[in-house]
């Protein structure tokens, strides 16, 4: 009798322990395509409204941060005002599909700025505005490959080799490590054409919020120099928020 | 000929006076023939590098969307280099010049970079390319300037790191090898410049057979736009460089303006005080039979005579000096660039014979017409009261 207890109470563990198993110790683990489905469904939104704090380390180990607060819609329209230090506080960018306006209250001018400078640095950061306004589904732009499996973090990531569909994308190649459970993207490594390995991005903390997983904090690493990196740094944020029309226009940034 | 000798005479008489105001009106023309020669002289070293190094001297064509003034618009002027110019790009008389922008990674400091690509071949700029011709075992041969290697703390056979984006925006990044770093007094090939061979750049940037702006030879005949490229000319090129070169003339014509007037004021005070004090003279020359006009010729070839006497003077102390600017140069205390000029730290006064001569003309006219003006007095006069010194 004891016995049978015993197995039974085995069983049940074991059904457990099998039911709650991250995904990858399945047989049927998701395909690479399922893969960043999902992570885009964690990642991609249509809209947010978001207050976040950039911590930029020089050489040197001097930090600067920037707070500022920001409305996105859709892939390639959002607004960024600056809410301090108190020297760039008002400042806004707006982007609106390729284009970048700027606004200096203390100018009280708006500068229209090509294209080009979204490939710039951001205040000295490891962040170019592209990366920082990134929203595009990874779906959409990469082909996946399952590479491995691996432990990242005391988690079970998956680890995927994305390659570029299309000529026009920034970094031909990258390196993702997909939490296997969360399905956000735990430790990311960008590299150039020539296989040179440029940007290093780690999510250091996240925040499930409705319903999907989301980074709350993400340390980016440019490669190539020895600067000490640049923490992002999302203190809040909501998504699928109506973003009135207006707001996403360049009268608004004199408002 | 006899009141030529007596204004020499009566001249001659005042002794020092006349001798100071020699001097004084001696050290203006000298100083202004310098100071014009040393304008004149940075102004023809500035064109003359620019046509050297950068430019070339048959004008250049620009790519419609390449404006030299937005570093924003580098990144998409670029287009097929025409067919016709083969024959001239292989001939080294035509050469075109790719560029980017990207950032290259000395000590892991990242720095904006202007990436250019010229050919190895080319023979009309005085750039160093071809030492960037068939470098073995060197994918990515890299040649830069001084100002550049001096401020990244780069030399020659050193290891960089450089990042572009392609024509699509795709990131690329290379180890390039400096091969070379040239020492030009023109600071835009140098600062913040880094130079490629055209082929290897093209590659890089996936733009084969494309060109930003291409640099004619004297002798190619072409002088108009062609077929999605826009002809500049060596006037359109260098009209920012002689504006400004006109600027800093205006403000030198300045300051010998006020020089000259300091001259010129001590002869017109010398003509007052000499025909208020030469007053029985006057009246003494007139009872003689000399006529008012002859008398107003008289003091003011007294006059004129400071001016052909500092001229001599001029010339005789100047001499040495004026050579000794002209061959050894003025050596200034910083290089040229630190004002924005492509100069070297040496400047070599240029004497033409419109500078001489326009100088010397200028100056004699007005000591005459300052000699004269005081001596316009002398025709209210009358003998009598002359006489008795009223």
Known sequence: MMENKLIAGLAGVALVLLFNAPQSACANAPTPEQILQRVDANMVFESAISKTSMTITNRRGRTTSIISKSWSKGEKNALVEYLAPARNKGTKMLMLDDELYTYSPAADRIIQISGHLLRQSVSGSDLSYEDMMENDALLEVYDAVLDSEEVWDGRNCFVLALKAKKMEIAYPSRKVWIDSERYLPLKEERYAKSGKLLKKIEIRDLVRTQNRWYPREIFFKDMLSNGQGTIYRIEEIQFGVDIPEHLLTKAALRR | ?390
């Open chain 2, 1 to 390: 000929m006899v009141l030529l000798q007596l204004a020499l005479k009566n001249i001659m008489g005042a002794k020092l006076r006349t001798w100071l105001n020699i001097f004084v009106l001696a050290m203006s023309f000298i100083l202004i023939v310098w100071g014009k020669a040393i304008v004149v002289g940075m102004g023809d070293q500035i064109i003359d590098a620019m046509k050297d190094v950068e430019l070339g001297y048959g004008g250049q064509l620009w790519h419609p969307d390449y404006d030299e003034e937005d570093p924003l618009t580098i990144n998409d002027a670029h287009g097929s280099i025409p067919d016709e110019l083969v024959p001239g790009i292989e001939a080294g008389q035509i050469v075109p010049i790719l560029m980017a922008t990207g950032n290259i990674y000395p000590e892991g400091k990242v720095r904006s970079v202007l990436i250019r690509g010229i050919s190895p071949d080319q023979q009309i700029l005085d750039l160093p390319s071809s030492v960037l011709k068939d470098r073995k075992g060197v994918d990515y041969p890299a040649l830069i300037g001084k100002r550049m290697a001096r401020k990244n703390n780069l030399a020659v056979g050193d290891m960089v790191t450089v990042r572009w984006r392609d024509t699509n925006g795709v990131f690329d990044a290379r180890e390039v090898e400096i091969v070379h770093i040239m020492n030009t007094v023109v600071y835009t090939v140098d600062v913040g410049q880094i130079w490629f061979p055209l082929e290897t750049l093209q590659k890089m940037l996936v733009m084969p057979n494309e060109a930003t702006i291409i640099a004619l030879g004297k002798d190619t005949g072409i002088a108009g736009d062609l077929t999605g490229w826009t002809y500049k000319s060596l006037d359109d090129l260098l009209a920012n460089v002689l504006e400004l070169l006109r600027m800093k003339n205006g403000g030198g014509n300045i300051m010998y303006g006020i020089m000259f007037s300091i001259a010129l004021l001590a002869i017109f005070d010398t003509q007052v005080l000499s025909i208020f004090r030469r007053k029985k003279e006057i009246g003494t020359l007139m009872a003689l039979g000399l006529t008012r006009n002859k008398v107003i010729g008289l003091f003011t070839l007294e006059g004129s005579l400071h001016g052909a006497l500092a001229f001599i003077l001029g010339g005789i102390l100047g001499f040495p000096f004026f050579r000794y600017f002209a061959v050894k140069g003025y050596a200034m205390p910083i290089e040229g660039d630190e004002y924005g000029f492509a100069l070297g730290n040496v400047i070599y006064a240029k004497y033409g014979a419109d500078l001489l001569i326009g100088t010397t003309l200028l100056l004699m006219a007005t000591v005459v017409l300052v000699s004269y003006l005081p001596t316009r007095r002398i025709s209210k006069m009358t003998p009598t009261n002359a006489l008795r010194g009223r």
